[in-house]
């Protein structure tokens, strides 16, 4: 009868060793999620980004240097300077539904309203940010450019798409 | 009984507790190492940060047994807040972690941190896992500061 008592004591013994160590290896660690959100910044629209006419076959290229270029201006104050995010297309839509291939995305800023001495980026839509900044004037000015691939068989027609640029203000 | 007789059973039962303990190895561990950093971002734009995203993901470096299988258990925010209560709302997919026995991105094995998985160290007992997210501030999110807190829990498998 001891030896059954003692034999008992032993699993409870060992029962109670292997329940603390398999307590005592639980952990746990914490680390941070961050985000700082920027200001909206005052954007607008004031050119689209005009092909004209193309032909089926033949891709046509516009730069931002180009009388079709797209064009936008910041509201800045000085010294302000501006996060940018484009939402591009990857395509126009014309008639019946029927689409047009766009890429190969350009661009230019300056602190003025030209492209003489504008400094080069590349739009992208894969949230890939520019900075700008006011030099000193009330606005900075964005002008895009980009490449449309109409197919042999394009259907005729006129094609849209829209180019969305976000700006928050840099620094806050 | 002698007093020797009497405390056998406890002795006995120690040394067969002790080499159970030695082969757990060395006890569970997990370190933070490096914060989930969305950095800047825009009111009303969307950003996605993968695990495999070595500089912007959450990082943390397990160590533990040999081989060991471990259970990982995440405990995950809705929302980031600012310091004057704004919400900012935060989401994980079933990719938005990774786990990788060498601690390299390149050989993640990418799973959904909203379920417990279990997981075995590599030969040396460590482990890293990878964490990203989505975070979809509003149009009209209020500037600042934003933060989460993350945590992992390790517990060995099968217990």
Redesign the interface.
Known sequence: M?RAL??A??VL??TA??AR??A?????????????????ALVFGDADLAFGNVFPGVAKTVAPTDAGAGRFHVRLRPGDHV?L?FDLPTQLVGPGGATLPIGSWTGLWNTTNSTAGAAAFTPSSS?T?IQIGSGGGAASYVFVGARVSPAATQPAGAYTATITL?????G? | MSPIHRSLPLFVALALAAPSAGAQGRPLRVTGQHDLTFGSILPGVAVTIRPTDASRSAQLQIAGPKLAQVVLTFSLPPSMTSPSGDAMPLTFGPTSAGYSPTGSVADETLFDPSTPITVTLDGNGRGVVFLGATLRPSGGQRAGNYSASLTLTLSPSGL
């Open positions: 001891r003692g034999y004591a032993m013994a060992l060793v292997r160590a398999a005592a290896q639980a952990r746990s660690a914490t680390v941070s999620v961050t985000a700082n959100v920027g200001k909206r996060t995010v949230a940010t976000t700006g928050a203000y840099a806050f």
